[in-house]
């Protein structure tokens, strides 16, 4: 069981931070595809602020959930094993 929890819990980790790096990425891209877009330097300094803030909120929500991931893991993966080896029984009958 533990072994289960730890790499439901692994692949959980490396799609929050896929997340991550794709919100980045995605930001950046927006940001560098539509600056000549922007008809002076004061909107795109509302722009680049927007942008840093939906960066570091959305980032800074992943790493809280990952945090309470972490801290209820067992709990959290323990029934979600428990309903996958129930179905898994139903579906062979």
Do not use: C
């Amino acid at each position: 069981m533990a072994k289960r929890i730890e790499s439901m819990h692994r692949q959980d980790i490396g799609v929050a931070w896929a997340f991550v790096v794709g919100l980045w990425l995605a930001i950046i891209f927006v940001a560098s595809a539509t600056w000549s877009l922007a008809p002076n330097g004061a909107a795109r300094t509302m722009l680049l602020i927007g942008g840093a803030m939906i960066l570091l909120l959305n980032t800074a929500a992943i790493l809280a959930m990952l945090r309470h991931y972490r801290e209820d893991r067992d709990f959290m993966y323990g029934l979600d094993i428990k309903f996958l080896d129930i179905a898994r029984a139903q579906k062979r009958q």
